[in-house]
Nanobody, 121 residues
Framework: QGQLVESGGGSVQAGGSLRLSCAAS????????LAWYRQSPGDQRELVAS???????NDGDSVKGRFTISRDNAKNTVYLQMNSLKPDDTGVYYCHVDRMRGDFGIAFNRWGQGTLVTVSS
């Protein structure tokens, strides 16, 4: 309960597209800011994009104009549409929520298990 489950990763050639999804499990009452992070081998985890409950978004400089974050509050799900993918976009993508409330109580700073995205040249 109160877990984040990601899906949609995979392998794609440069220039291709992928759509990631992340759904919160359990009986959810409310979810705060959702975000996608990624981590490439040897690098620190970096913010890709975030979206508040009201829909305000913040995109990382490296993905502006190519990636779009969105959310469906009724489905407790956040999406990341990734277009014009580059080999540098390769990494494990993690879903994150700053806080969420449900029948499990209140959870803070939750991470998904990660989904691998591989972009070949």
């Amino acid at each position: 309960q109160g877990q984040l489950v990601e899906s949609g990763g995979g392998s794609v050639q440069a220039g291709g597209s992928l759509r990631l999804s992340c759904a919160a499990s359990g009986r959810i009452i409310g979810i705060g800011t959702l975000a996608w992070y990624r981590q490439s081998p040897g690098d620190q985890r970096e913010l890709v994009a975030s979206i508040t409950r009201n829909g305000d978004t913040n995109d990382g400089d490296s993905v502006k104009g190519r990636f779009t974050i969105s959310r469906d509050n009724a489905k407790n799900t956040v999406y990341l549409q990734m277009n014009s993918l580059k080999p540098d976009d390769t990494g494990v993508y993690y879903c994150h929520v700053d806080r969420m409330r449900g029948d499990f109580g209140i959870a803070f700073n939750r991470w998904g298990q990660g989904t691998l995205v591989t972009v070949s040249s």
